[in-house]
């Protein structure tokens, strides 16, 4: 996918005067987002919009509505982590943090935080779309299992309350278990709802009369 809508999140100052020498930090901050620009340009990305790591990012990314976020943050990301987890806490996107910050603590609170891919001193412009592209596939890969667990929650759910509701039905009425499923298919075909939709109403009823 060459066209993600990109939005870069800077822990950094993005400009430095460049007559002041005395800064050398500074100035490597600077190369560093240089890099990550220049490497998306490259790649065919769109980069939508550059935002500081601020309490107004949350609001930021839901109006822009990004394909991917991009964290540029050379050591300590604590407050932008936590910003991203309110971000990505109802609406969940790749997220990649280039950083040098390569100690295990904050790695794995990146990772907490909703973080796909953690780059330890790999910004380079060349390395960008590789590493995107790695991103991408591992989110996908994410959500994608999440999506069969979250169905496999609602089947097993579902189950159960037709289960209940047989166990009503038999004991009501003296139904065998065939008997009781065979009246709740009956049910749903009747009110065209699913069986699990007719079983849920039935407990509900069950449980208004006591």
Not at 2 to 11: P, Q
Not at 18 to 38: C, M, P, T, V, Y
Request: glycine share 4%; proline share 2%; hydrophobic share 40%.
């Amino acid at each position: 996918m060459r066209n993600l809508r990109i939005v870069v999140v800077n822990t950094i100052i993005d400009h430095v005067d460049e007559s002041d020498e005395s800064n050398d930090a500074l100035h490597e901050q600077a190369e560093r987002g240089k890099a990550l620009r220049i490497g998306l340009l490259e790649a065919g990305y769109n980069i939508i919009a550059s935002l500081p790591a601020d309490l107004y990012l949350p609001e930021r990314i839901a109006q822009l509505q990004p394909d991917m976020i991009i964290i540029d943050a050379e050591s300590d990301a604590r407050d932008v982590l936590e910003h991203i987890v309110i971000t990505t806490r109802d609406e969940r996107r790749p997220i990649v943090m280039f950083t040098e910050d390569d100690t295990t603590s904050t790695m794995e609170a990146a990772m907490e935080a909703g973080v796909t891919a953690y780059i330890v001193a790999g910004l380079q412009s060349e390395r960008i779309k590789p590493v995107l592209d790695v991103a991408l596939a591992r989110f996908r890969q994410e959500q994608k299992l999440l999506t069969e667990l979250s169905d496999t929650k609602h089947k097993l759910a579902e189950r159960k309350v037709v289960e209940r509701a047989k166990g009503v039905l038999m004991a009501k009425h003296k139904l065998s278990e065939e008997q009781a499923y065979q009246k709740l298919r009956s049910m749903a075909m009747n009110k065209n709802l699913k069986l699990s939709e007719i079983a849920q109403r039935l407990l509900d009823v069950e449980d208004l009369l006591g």
